[in-house]
């Protein structure tokens, strides 16, 4: 039997911006019992994807920053 989390834990992830959270919910199966509970999780999933790309993002830029930074300091 896989583990299942609630759409509420993965609600909070999204709002509290916690990759670590979504990965861990991401090896866990969802649990609901409506086709409308259902539709809010692939909802919930592609804001997920989109909080994770766009900290990728902001991550790219910020190392990208520190390596001028780094060859302007050297």
């Given at each position: ?27 866990k ?41 780094k060859n302007?300091?050297?």
């Amino acid at each position: 039997m896989s583990v299942k989390f609630k759409l509420n834990e993965l609600k909070l992830a999204i709002i509290n911006e916690d990759i670590e959270k979504l990965e861990e919910l991401s090896k866990k199966s969802p649990d609901f019992s409506t086709v409308e509970e259902a539709e809010e999780f692939i909802s919930f999933i592609k804001l997920a994807k989109d909080l994770i790309k766009e900290k990728r993002e902001k991550l790219l830029k910020d190392m990208q920053q520190l390596k001028k930074i780094k060859n302007y300091t050297s």
